[in-house]
């Protein structure tokens, strides 16, 4: 790495006229074919990038010391976090797989790297006098790349950072010598309250110098309050104060060359440093993951909508073509480039949900928590639906499986977070906007055949299955920072968590079955016929009944011998002989008369007699005597109901009596004569009386 700025180690630079250290048409009169005029402009060159350590500009360093060896120096604005100088921050950036292949090329490419302590939300941006002596003397060209990108942060500090700090730096860039040109990066959404969005500064919601002014008064419960209003259509913080950015930038940019760069939603790399790199969440990456991990099932997005994602390789191709044209031609105005790709090579939000989901499942990741299969939708109602079912009802059964086994619950607090990200996102992916790309066309026209494979930034040539494929896989190893000879161990994951699915499936199956549908008796009249009869034949024989009726038990024919016993049981039931009638009865109950073994019962009772109804129901039993015993002709009666511990008394000369509650207690008394039949509970009593 190069020694700070601070240090006043920088050789000094012979200014060069852009014009004559390029091979401008307009100057050399024709451009040969396969000259790379790009890398070779950058030779020599100081460059100022600011947001070197965020995502965007790591690739951009990357690039321009692999693309461009011959450029002289990279001054870095960083800014000390976490108790990091600016130097340690950017040697622990440098560590990143993403300068591998660089590393690989050039093992000494740090040299030209000099880190430059800034705060750019400091008045000055907190450079020191000499380092704004050096950064003025030297650089001939400024990649403005810092922001804070989140959609969530407060007004006042979006303003700092996004305006004022342009702001400021456009105003030394003013002071710079030999300044060739000023890049900016935007955003395609600056203007998302547009649908169609040309490559020109639209007028600003507000002028940015009276907001800056207004805001600095007020204290920040007041800012809050009224942000609402202030950023009306625009969707966050974030897009209105880019728009505002853009808007200074125009204001000041005075005599400077200047180019203001676009681009739509940033992606993984399509093909440098190599496809797939990723390092961040952001967009659609976190939602990516979270699909993955089995956490996300669905989401609010339009299946036709264009997705534009632009993988962030092109957009640094890109930004430096457009440092290399705005430099050598020096457009008359501020030259916007929409880097996009809905309106060259479009691709929607329903196609990558398709490809998303399949890369998953080939390639899982570690640990996930369900199957990832996930679905978007445009309609809010299914939506909510599907969240309070695949998300919310998931979460409870998991924090209170972790609660009973001494854990912390924090699936709720993931999914609530979850929801606030994806609740800020989803402005983006239920609607379509249409770019004008005119000057990237433009500019790829400008290019030599060398350039624009060097820097290439033709998304026709982009295969949206293949780069959705490895931007999945980047996030597995680069994001998540996992190893795919572990695919196998997470496959294996996979199918456990599908046995379990099924047998959790299997289970609540069951219990709606029990709970809901095997008490109505609708739902019986329907299922019966498609049940399996599962008496034997000879108890056909000699005990048959009608199943496919509402009719159960018609007693055929001649009483079978005294110690028959008790027939049919389907399902939970029981089974008995008539003169010890009783059993364990968990949910059902069969009654039956005296002398006739019982019949059938299937589900939760029949309860019949020959010459009465069965007689009472209380609650959730019956209750029923029959004198005589059942007859052939009559068929049972009432075919009842949810007997959950139920019981059933009877006896043979009296009707029974007592029946308490829902059956915890039942009490029988009766009969003289034969032996009592109390059940208590689940029969864990029996007695005669
Ligand atoms: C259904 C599956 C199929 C998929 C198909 C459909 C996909 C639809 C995707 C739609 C995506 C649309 C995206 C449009 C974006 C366009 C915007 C314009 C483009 C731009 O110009 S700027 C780039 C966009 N900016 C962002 O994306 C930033 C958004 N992020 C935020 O605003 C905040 O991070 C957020 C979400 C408010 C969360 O704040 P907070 O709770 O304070 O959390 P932190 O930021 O501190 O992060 C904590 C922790 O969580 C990680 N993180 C952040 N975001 C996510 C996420 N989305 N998912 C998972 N994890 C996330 C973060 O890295 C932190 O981790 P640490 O380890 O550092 O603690
Ligand atoms: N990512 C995307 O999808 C898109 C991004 N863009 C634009 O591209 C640019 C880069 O975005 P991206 O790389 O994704 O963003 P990142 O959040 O990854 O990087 C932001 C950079 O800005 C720096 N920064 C933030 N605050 C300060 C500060 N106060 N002083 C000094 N430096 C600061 C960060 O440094 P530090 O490490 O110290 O925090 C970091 O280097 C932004 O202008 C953004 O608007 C446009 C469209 C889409």
């Not at 990723?278 to 264009?306: C, E, H, Q, W, Y």
């Not at 609740?423 to 290019?447: A, C, I, P």
């Not at 109390?678 to 009593?685: E, F």
Request: glycine share 4%; charged share 20%; hydrophobic share 40%.
């Amino acid at each position: 790495m190069g020694r700070r700025l601070r240090d006043g180690n920088v050789a000094s630079h012979t200014p060069q006229n852009p014009r004559t250290n390029s091979c401008s048409r307009w100057e050399l009169g024709v451009c040969a074919a396969v000259m790379a005029c790009v890398s070779e402009f950058y030779a020599g060159k100081c460059v100022l990038i600011t947001g070197a350590t965020g995502f965007m500009g790591k690739v951009l360093v990357e690039k321009l010391l692999r693309s461009c060896p011959e450029v002289k120096a990279l001054y870095l604005l960083i800014r000390t976090k976490q108790g990091q100088s600016s130097q340690q921050r950017i040697h622990t950036t440098l560590q990143s797989k993403l300068f591998d292949r660089l590393r690989e090329e050039n093992p000494d490419f740090h040299k030209k790297i000099i880190p430059v302590s800034s705060e750019l939300t400091q008045p000055g941006l907190a450079l020191s006098d000499e380092d704004v002596q050096t950064l003025t003397q030297n650089v001939h060209i400024i990649f403005h790349c810092a922001a804070t990108i989140r959609f969530d942060e407060p007004l006042k500090h979006a303003l700092q950072l996004n305006v004022i700090a342009t702001q400021q730096l456009l105003s030394l860039a003013q002071q710079m010598q030999q300044l060739h040109a000023f890049i900016h990066i935007s955003t395609a959404y600056a203007n998302c309250n547009r649908h169609h969005i040309d490559e020109v500064i639209y007028p600003p919601p507000v002028e940015p110098g009276k907001l800056i002014h207004s805001l600095e008064w007020m204290d920040d419960a007041i800012i809050r309050d009224i942000t609402p209003r202030l950023i009306g259509d625009w969707p966050n913080t974030y897009t209105y104060t880019k728009a505002l950015a853009e808007c200074v930038v125009q204001q000041e940019s005075g005599k400077l060359n200047v180019g203001i760069i676009r681009p739509s939603i940033v992606g993984a790399s399509w093909q440098e440093p190599f496809p797939g790199w990723i390092d961040n969440f952001n967009g659609p990456s976190g939602v990516f993951i979270a699909a993955g991990k089995g956490i996300l099932r669905t989401m609010r997005a339009s299946n036709d909508a264009v997705a534009d994602l632009i993988p962030v390789d092109v957009v640094i191709n890109l930004t430096l073509a457009a440092g290399w044209y705005t430099a050598v031609h020096r457009p008359k105005s501020v030259l916007v480039y929409n880097c996009t790709t809905g309106g060259i090579n479009p691709f929607h939000w329903g196609e990558i949900e398709h490809h998303v989901m399949s890369t998953f499942k080939r390639n899982p990741l570690e640990q996930a928590f369900r199957r990832p299969n996930a679905n978007i939708t445009s309609n809010y109602l299914i939506n909510q639906y599907w969240i309070l079912v695949s998300h919310k009802f998931p979460a409870l059964l998991y924090d209170l499986f972790l609660r009973l086994s001494g854990q912390k619950p924090q699936m709720m607090r993931i999914f609530n977070r979850l929801h606030k990200a994806i609740g800020l996102l989803e402005y983006f992916s239920s609607q379509d906007w249409e770019w004008n790309s005119d000057n990237m066309n433009m500019l790829m026209n400008q290019l030599s055949t060398e350039d624009r494979k060097m820097f290439n930034f033709d998304v026709r040539q982009l295969n949206w299955p293949e780069y959705i494929e490895n931007y999945c896989i980047g996030t597995k190893k680069y994001v998540l920072n996992e190893d795919m000879a572990d695919i196998p161990a997470a496959r294996q994951h996979l199918r456990k968590l599908r046995n379990i699915r099924y047998t959790f499936n299997t289970v609540l199956l069951v219990f709606i079955w029990r709970v809901f549908i095997a008490r109505s008796q609708m739902a019986r009249n329907i299922c019966d016929p498609l049940l399996p009869d599962l008496t034997t034949d000879t108890q056909k024989l000699e005990y048959p009944y009608q199943q496919n009726t509402a009719i159960y038990c018609p007693c055929l024919g001649p009483a079978p011998a005294h110690q028959a016993p008790c027939t049919t049981v389907y399902g939970r039931m029981t089974v008995y002989d008539r003169v010890w009638p009783y059993d364990r009865v968990r949910q059902c109950m069969a009654v039956y008369d005296s002398v006739w073994p019982c019949t059938t019962v299937y589900g939760r009772m029949a309860v019949y007699d020959s010459v009465r109804p069965c007689t009472t129901v209380y609650g959730r039993m019956t209750v029923y005597d029959s004198v005589r015993p059942c007859m052939a002709v009559r068929p049972c009666t009432t075919p009842y109901d949810r007997v959950r511990q139920c019981m059933a008394v009877y006896d043979s000369v009296r009707p029974c009596t007592t029946v308490y509650g829902r059956v915890r207690q039942c009490t029988a008394v009766y009969d003289s004569v034969r032996p009592c039949t109390t059940v208590y509970g689940r029969v864990r009593q029996r007695m005669a009386v």
